[in-house]
Nanobody, 121 residues
Framework: VQLQASGGGLVQAGGSLRLSCAAP????????MGWFRQAPGKERDFIGA????????YYADSVKGRFTISRDNAKNTMYLQMNSLKPEDTAVYYC???????????????WGQGTQVTVSS
């Protein structure tokens, strides 16, 4: 599965940003997807996952209540809406595809390229 993330940029603390992850192909709705992020000098961390139908979501505690994952299967696109951004949210954000129940453990079938998000204080 080829994944392409976009939408990163520079935003002030407290602001919002929406990332997109496009996955061309007729089987988009059959697989779960997720978002990860990697800050400089740190490991890549799980942010959240969404099932193929969009009916199930799961988030890391660090973003719960601020970030929302959604998907539009008609457009073969997943989204990450990020609100109340903090400087510590600064990282390269990656989208991924895999099994919903093991994505939180970093077991990913396909990675997209990253998109940089920078939150200024």
């Amino acid at each position: 599965v080829q994944l392409q993330a976009s939408g990163g940029g520079l935003v002030q603390a407290g602001g919002s940003l929406r990332l997109s992850c496009a996955a061309p192909g007729r089987t988009f709705s059959t697989y779960s997807m997720g978002w990860f992020r990697q800050a400089p000098g740190k490991e890549r961390d799980f942010i959240g996952a969404i099932s193929g139908s969009g009916g199930m979501t799961y988030y890391a505690d660090s973003v719960k209540g601020r970030f929302t994952i959604s998907r539009d299967n008609a457009k073969n696109t997943m989204y990450l809406q990020m609100n109340s951004l903090k400087p510590e949210d600064t990282a390269v954000y990656y989208c991924a595809a895999g099994n919903f129940y093991v994505l939180p453990r970093g077991r990913v079938d396909s990675w997209g390229q990253g998109t940089q998000v920078t939150v200024s204080s």
